[in-house]
């Protein structure tokens, strides 16, 4: 629901009753994972997708019905060899999707998901979207924070919340999104009752060093993906909310004393892009950087600039194990000139390194295009958050 998550609250605001596919699951190749979504209003009207193109027409009739019924549904869509372009995924994939009805009557705490997703609080959403046993619990949903929970599974559904109250945490912290399976009373050995739990961890960060014209084209690409964007810079003349208008936050300090603050809210899945290419401000740094579980540490500069960043980290007692975590200089290969080209080149080899992918034209690679989960980051041994 994140990706219709502006639609979803102005609709849900006004009390208008309308219909979110989900996509659940998926097999091979499916385009789209777990948890895209595509919203239908009773008008017509469609935002998101679930396919890329694939299904939306199945699912757009199906969505348009469960406003009309006002029950949800479950539905698989797979390719087909004799109706692979009508209903299916010419792909080779499978998607299960699940569709729902939404307004006030039936989403009951909807307001304080989208509350908690915008103030960067976890909280996930488990709904049963299959139970052979009593198809009246299809639909119905826990709602569950790192320290809370709520939300009514039906008769004889304890059982049954206090085991997802615990599975369902487990996902958050991991910020994971999929199937869960149980017995229909909860039982953590059965598997007929499915519950699709979807979580909303705090969206990743990025944060960018250096307020230049190819920083403001970096946090334009970050926050388009996703990124709550942090611009720093130590000149105040520079660091200015006009000049990063898309930025969550630009912050006036010099670099490495703004990361010594906030070293303890770095995950593996922050990106941490160097772009001031001046010693006095990027060795600090880059020094304290390396030193956290940053998943991405990338430096701007020329390869005379690289040789001489990376002296100068060795010289303040960086390790050569540390070192191999840098990407520098930043960016891959795409012959980029312009700021915006420089920030294609960045966000692509984040992307890349997230992923494992090799850089590689498409059609010079053979195997699967997607990967199912992102590489942990390469940190030495003993490295943990860094003041020193």
Not at 160 to 176: H, K, P
Not at 351 to 379: F, K
Request: with cysteine; aromatic share 6%.
């Amino acid at each position: 629901m994140r990706d219709v998550r502006a639609t979803v609250a102005d609709l849900y605001a006004s009390g208008e009753t309308f219909a979110v596919a989900t996509v659940i699951d998926t097999y091979k190749s499916a385009p789209r994972a777990a948890g895209a979504s595509m919203l239908v209003r009773s008008s017509g009207e469609v935002v998101g997708s679930v396919s890329g193109g694939c299904v939306e027409g199945a699912v757009y009739e199906e969505a348009l019905e469960v406003i009309r019924t006002g029950v949800p549904v479950r539905r698989t869509y797979g390719v087909s060899d004799e109706d692979a372009f009508s209903v299916g995924l010419t792909c080779g994939g499978t998607l299960h999707l699940f569709v729902e009805p939404i307004g006030r009557d039936t989403y009951r705490g909807l307001d304080a998901v989208l509350d908690s997703i915008e103030e960067h609080r976890p909280v996930a959403v488990a709904t049963i979207v299959s139970d052979p046993s009593d198809a009246g619990r299809v639909g119905r949903r826990r709602l569950v924070w790192p320290d809370s929970a709520e939300g009514d599974l039906g008769e004889g559904g304890e059982r049954l919340s206090a085991a997802l109250d615990d599975d369902v945490r487990g996902m958050l912290a991991q910020g994971t999104t999929g199937l869960l399976h149980y017995g229909v009373d909860g039982q953590r050995r059965g598997d007929e009752l499915e519950v699709f739990v979807e979580s909303f961890a705090p969206a990743p960060r990025m944060l960018v060093f250096g307020a230049i014209d190819f920083a403001a084209a970096v946090a334009d690409l970050g926050t388009y993906l996703g990124y709550r964007v942090t611009v720093c810079d130590a000149r105040p003349v520079f660091a200015t909310a006009r000049r990063f208008p898309t930025a969550e936050e630009v912050v006036v300090k010099w670099p490495h004393v703004f990361l010594d603050e906030i070293a303890d809210e770095i995950d593996r899945r922050t990106v941490i892009c160097v772009l001031t290419h001046d010693p006095k401000f990027d060795v600090p740094v880059l020094k304290r950087a390396l030193g956290t579980e940053a998943g991405y540490i990338g430096a701007m500069g020329s390869r005379r600039t690289h040789d001489d960043r990376m002296e100068r980290l060795r010289e303040a007692g960086v390790s050569e194990e540390a070192l191999a975590r840098l990407h520098s200089p930043i960016g891959l290969d795409l012959g980029a000139r312009t700021p915006e080209e420089t920030a294609v080149s960045i966000v692509a080899e984040m992307v890349g390194s997230r992923w494992g992918g090799s850089g590689r034209e498409l059609r010079e690679t053979t195997g699967r295009i997607h990967r199912d989960a992102p590489l942990p980051p390469l940190i030495p041994a003993g490295f943990g958050h860094s003041r020193g």
